[in-house]
Nanobody, 117 residues
Framework: QVQLVESGGGLVQAGGSLRLSCAASGSIFSIKAMGWYRQAPGKQRELVAVITRGGSTNYADFVKGRFTISREDAKNTVYLQMNSLKPEDTAVYYC???????????WGQGTQVTVSS
């Protein structure tokens, strides 16, 4: 089993920065990729960024150049550095672990990010 715990959300003014953290525990070896997703009120959950076990990254177009996903293997933690935040970035941000061998993805509990104008 894999467990994910997110932290780092909060309230920030437009143009500001936040860093989200997602700490994984349990069967770490079963994780092939980790990603950040977000869900704004009344909208579907959407991919923000993903990082594979090999270190490849992929970003949604709306965050390219502003957000950076990274990981610290010694702490089994993935980060999302968010710069130049906009009010439209306001959402609940979720961490997800994609597992090998078709096992169900694991979601974190979510952390609220609110960007004021």
């Amino acid at each position: 089993q894999v467990q994910l715990v997110e932290s780092g959300g909060g309230l920030v003014q437009a143009g500001g920065s936040l860093r989200l953290s997602c700490a994984a525990s349990g069967s770490i070896f079963s994780i092939k990729a980790m990603g950040w997703y977000r869900q704004a009120p009344g909208k579907q959950r959407e991919l923000v960024a993903v990082i594979t076990r090999g270190g490849s990254t992929n970003y949604a177009d709306f965050v390219k150049g502003r957000f950076t996903i990274s990981r610290e293997d010694a702490k089994n933690t993935v980060y999302l550095q968010m710069n130049s935040l906009k009010p439209e970035d306001t959402a609940v941000y979720y961490c997800r672990a994609d597992l090998w061998y078709g096992a169900p993805n694991i979601w974190g509990q979510g952390t609220q990010v609110t960007v004021s104008s």
